[in-house]
């Protein structure tokens, strides 16, 4: 876990963040979220295998930090779908974010670590790069333990780097030079933190660090650069979960 105030600067820099893409969309800069619709099918894809393990058309779904829309929007699964995000105050009270959700699907302002759930309520649980935003981590993996049915699936996405690089990184947030990402994990750690919680990795990816950190050094962001030279690029782990 963080110290409490570092979680909410880091919260605070995700309202910024979110301001920004709604006052883009608001000018027409930016007309829509498309990545939400591509990460919704991405999902669907990757469950496929899996998805004997529950009924697809008249389960529960619930999605943790779904930001202003999340996957749950654009899943065509689910007869009930649910999203918890700390920031929902100020995501409802934006008309340009809300206006692309899908209204069947009930938003909640929330906190992963206390869920207002029963316990096995959901055949579902997403989890789409937020535990590294999250205050504590472990609290949010055992309540998505505890919502979780069964026989029932966790799609797990997170930023993760090299040893070398979840090292440097740690320091910078504690320093806050990434103030929106307090925690920092390598492979290994967040394998272990995923089996340490109850959870049994069935299916996994990761994108390769070494074509990330090029693709950083070619960039014309200095910031990309700079996270290429130093070694802390970061690279997404994605994972299919069932509980233990």
């Keep these: 876990m963080v110290a409490k105030n570092r979680w909410l600067q880091a919260q605070e820099y995700e309202r910024k963040h979110w301001q920004r893409i709604a006052d883009k969309i608001a000018s027409g800069v930016m007309k829509q979220l ?13 469950i496929a295998p899996f998805a004997f393990r529950i009924d697809r058309q008249n389960c529960k779904i619930l999605e943790i930090g779904s930001g202003p829309i999340g996957i749950i ?16 105050d100020f995501f409802s009270s934006n008309a340009e974010l809300i206006a692309l959700r899908d209204s069947k699907v009930k938003y909640i302002k929330g ?22 935003h999250t205050h504590e981590p472990k609290k949010v993996l055992r309540e998505m333990h505890r919502v979780l049915k069964k026989n029932g699936l966790m799609f797990f996405t997170v930023n993760i780097r090299t040893n070398w690089g979840t090292f440097l990184h740690s320091i910078l947030a504690k320093l806050n030079v990434d103030k929106g990402h307090p925690h920092s994990y390598s492979y290994h750690s967040i394998s272990r933190l995923l089996n340490s919680n109850g ?6 990816e ?18 990309n650069k700079i996270k290429s030279y130093l070694g802390i690029s970061e690279f997404l782990y994605t994972c299919i979960c069932h509980k233990e």
């Design 34 to 46: 498309n990545w939400y619709g591509w990460k919704a099918r991405e999902l669907e894809k990757k």
């Design 73 to 88: 929007s654009f899943l065509k699964w689910g007869k009930e779908r649910y999203a918890v995000e700390p920031l929902e």
């Design 111 to 132: 906190c992963g670590e206390k869920l207002p759930f029963e316990d096995e309520e959901f055949s579902l649980v997403i989890i789409d790069n937020v535990l590294d």
């Design 199 to 204: 959870f049994k990795i069935i299916y996994e």
């Design 206 to 223: 990761m994108e390769d660090y070494n074509q990330i950190k090029k693709k950083n050094r070619q960039s014309k962001s200095l910031k």
